[in-house]
């Protein structure tokens, strides 16, 4: 089971996550790519730190939002949804080349990821870049994510959040910031998804959930703990 974490997000002075701390944990980073958080510098430094940990790159694409961290919707067109998603990989995709390394996935960030859940010419869009560069993208699975994608033949990667609550009808719930998690409580969540199939609402339902991947977030307070109880959990359960 993979685990991945969206970070990369510090931009000019501003520091967001724990990125360094996390990488060991993790076996993918999606990588901010400057229209919610990151810059050209924190790009780099960000690439070559999941390079030097053997962590596969991906892009995390935003709606152009940086004063809002991505996370307020906006209308959009499917052409120019598309050219903006287009123009975030090419970013990413130099400084990968910098560093030796490639992308290995797209993964929208925040308001972005949850319009194309539910907002068929998003999801169309996405698709339409992830076609482009013939990458899979990351998404939810029994939403549009999963059945746009697999009907356009774009590689489909479900994951399981971790650190957010799920709505009683199987929705994740976006907030505009992340508040510390007890370890225990993600290792639990952990567990549940992946040994039992299921995950409990925020209301306390328990729903059935398919993941490829955990996600976790580097802007989580206490991001580095929750990884690690993740990772551990989840070798555990190989032991079992």
């Known amino acids: 089971m993979d685990i991945n974490c969206d970070m990369g997000e510090s931009f000019a002075l501003y520091s967001f996550g724990n990125d360094e701390a996390i990488m060991p944990y993790i076996t993918h980073a999606n990588v901010a790519c400057g229209f919610h958080g990151s810059d050209p510098n924190h790009m780099a430094r960000t690439v070559e730190l999941a390079r030097d940990n053997g962590v596969r790159v991906g892009a995390h694409v935003s709606l152009p939002d940086l004063s809002g961290f991505g996370r307020r919707e906006m209308k959009m067109e499917r052409g120019e949804l598309l050219n903006i998603v ?34 068929e010419h998003i999801a169309e869009a996405v698709a339409d870049a992830a076609g482009i560069y013939d990458l899979p993208v990351m998404g939810l699975p029994g939403t549009l994510h999963e059945s746009v994608y697999r009907r356009r033949g ?71 703990e929750i990884a690690a109880a993740v990772r551990e959990t989840l070798r555990s359960l190989d032991r079992e």
């Open 154 to 224: 774009i590689g489909f990667i479900a994951e399981f959040f971790v650190d957010l609550e799920y709505s009683d009808q199987g929705e994740l719930v976006i907030t505009r910031q992340h508040e510390a998690m007890d370890p225990e409580i993600a290792s639990r969540r952990t567990r549940q998804a992946v040994a039992d199939g299921a995950l409990t609402t925020a209301g306390g339902k328990v729903l059935p959930v398919r993941a490829d991947t955990i996600c976790l977030h580097s802007d989580t307070p206490n991001s580095a």
């Open 86 to 119: 287009l123009y975030q990989i090419g970013a990413l995709t130099a400084f990968t080349k910098q560093a030796g390394t490639e992308i290995s996935h797209i993964k929208p960030h925040g308001a972005l990821y949850g319009m194309a859940s539910r907002q």
